[in-house]
Antibody
Framework: EVQLVESGGGLVQPGGSLRLSCAAS????????MSWVRQTPGKGLEWVAN????????YYVHSVKGRFTISRDNAKSSLYLQMNSLRAEDTAVYFC??????????WGQGTLVTVSS | QSALTQPASVSGSPGQSITISCTGT?????????VSWYQQHPGKAPKLMIY???KWPSGVSNRFSGSKSGTTASLTISGLQAEDEADYYC??????????FGTGTKVTVL
C-alpha cells in the first residue's frame, strides 16, 4: 500500500524558515516524480513544486521561486521542502503527492504550516 | 497563472446527474489533454477521480466521467449519492512543467 507521511509543519514567524519532510513507502520511490501541493485554510489547492525521479529537474509555482527548494533522498525514500523567507500567505496545509500522467494518484494527509507573529 | 474557474457550488438530488465546469485558457486547458479532477471531503486529502480528461484511476466509480471542449473541461457525476457530497477541484497542466488548479466546487446532495 502506498503511504506518504508528511512532517515538519508548525508555527513560524514571518521571514522564518521551515523544512517539511515526506516519508514514502509501499512503492519504488525513485521511479516517480514527486510534488508538493498546498491548501490555504478554507480555500483551494495550489501546486507548489515538482521534482524528477533523480532530482535533476525541479519546477516551482512563481510565488515561491527563490524562497522554496524541493529535494529528495531516494535512499531514504523521502521528499523535502525547504521553505525560507516565509510570508503570511504561505500559511497552508502542505501535501506531499506522487505524480503520474500529470496527475496525483496518491496523497499524504498533509502538514499545517502557520506563518504568524 | 490564474486559477481555473469553477462554479462555487452545484447541487442535486440523489439519483440525478450534475456537471461541474472548469474554464481555463488556451495556455492550459485548451492546449493539453491533461486535466484531472479531485474529490475532497472535509479534513481529508484530495482523491483523484479523473485524469487525462476522461480516464478513471483504479477503484473510482464510472458514475464519474470527464470531458473537454476547447478551454472548458467538465466533470459529470451520474446517479448522485450522499457520499458524493464534497469539494471538487480540477487541475490542468499549464506548460513548462507547471500546473494550475481550479477554484473548487462544493457539491451538495439535497
Amino acid at each position: 500500500e502506498v503511504q506518504l507521511v508528511e512532517s515538519g509543519g508548525g508555527l513560524v514567524q514571518p521571514g522564518g524558515s521551515l523544512r517539511l519532510s515526506c516519508a514514502a513507502s509501499g512503492f519504488t520511490f525513485s521511479s516517480y516524480w514527486m510534488s508538493w501541493v498546498r491548501q490555504t485554510p478554507g480555500k483551494g489547492l495550489e501546486w507548489v513544486a515538482n521534482i524528477k525521479q533523480d532530482g535533476s529537474e525541479k519546477y516551482y509555482v512563481h510565488s515561491v521561486k527563490g524562497r522554496f527548494t524541493i529535494s529528495r533522498d531516494n535512499a531514504k525514500s523521502s521528499l523535502y521542502l525547504q521553505m525560507n523567507s516565509l510570508r503570511a500567505e504561505d500559511t497552508a496545509v502542505y501535501f506531499c503527492a506522487r505524480a503520474a500522467s500529470s496527475s496525483w494518484f496518491h496523497w499524504g494527509q498533509g502538514t499545517l504550516v502557520t506563518v504568524s507573529s | 497563472q490564474s486559477a481555473l474557474t469553477q462554479p462555487a457550488s452545484v447541487s442535486g438530488s440523489p439519483g440525478q446527474s450534475i456537471t461541474i465546469s472548469c474554464t481555463g485558457t488556451s495556455s492550459d486547458v485548451g492546449s493539453y489533454n491533461l486535466v484531472s479532477w479531485y474529490q475532497q471531503h472535509p479534513g481529508k486529502a484530495p482523491k483523484l477521480m479523473i485524469y487525462e480528461v476522461s480516464k478513471w484511476p483504479s477503484g473510482v466509480s464510472n458514475r464519474f466521467s470527464g470531458s473537454k471542449s476547447g478551454t472548458t473541461a467538465s466533470l459529470t457525476i451520474s446517479g448522485l449519492q450522499a457520499e458524493d457530497e464534497a469539494d471538487y477541484y480540477c487541475c490542468s497542466y499549464a506548460g513548462s512543467n507547471t500546473y494550475v488548479f481550479g477554484t473548487g466546487t462544493k457539491v451538495t446532495v439535497l
